[in-house]
């Protein structure tokens, strides 16, 4: 399981929010998300700052950087299905 709580919302801007995965409050995660306009595009950035490296590698060896990728890469096909 996976929670977290919203701590600021500015649209169409940033997204900081609060991330725990198996309910292990340690490993709580703050994680910041910026959308940024240029030219016409937009540029995604997604920072997760966690209380220890410990909680991060753990994080990690879940395989969550490869979920992140193949989530935001069905985005990108979502979203140009829309063009």
Known sequence: P???VYQEIV???RLVYTECF???AGS??????TLKERDG????AITAI???RRSRDAILKLGVERG???TLDRLAEHLEALV
């Open 22 to 24: 198996n309910g292990d």
């Open 50 to 52: 966690y209380p220890t």
């Open 68 to 70: 992140t990728i193949e």
């Open 2 to 4: 996976m929670s977290g």
């Open 41 to 44: 595009r937009t540029t995604l």
């Open 11 to 13: 649209p169409p801007e």
């Open 28 to 33: 709580e995660a703050i994680v910041t998300l």
